[in-house]
């Protein structure tokens, strides 16, 4: 038997080696961001996330803008709705 245990031993410190390894590796890798047009690698401060590329900065502005419109437009809709119900129960129903 003790052939068997001399290799489990050999086993376990390379399932050992292998974790350390892979551990170390992933704090090898600095924090970061990604530019979220190009992917590109930017400083984790960067604000907006875009790298410096002039492109990427008008691709950005331009989501910003489509973005905003789209959240103006999910309160505008309800708010239509309401004002429907509003007129439906106040006037509609009336006389
Ligand atoms: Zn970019």
Wanted: glycine fraction near 6%; hydrophobic fraction near 35%.
């Amino acid at each position: 038997m003790a052939k068997g245990s001399k290799m489990a031993e050999k086993i376990r410190s390379n399932v050992d080696r292998v974790r350390k390894q892979s551990k170390t590796d992933l704090k090898s890798v600095p924090p970061h961001r990604h530019c979220v047009i190009c992917r590109s690698v930017i400083r984790i401060d960067a604000d907006p996330p875009i790298c410096s590329n002039p492109e990427c900065l008008a691709k950005h502005s331009k989501n910003e803008r489509s973005r905003k419109q789209l959240s103006v437009l999910m309160y505008i809709f309800p708010a239509i709705a309401v004002l429907l119900v509003i007129l439906n129960v106040t006037g509609g129903g009336g006389v």
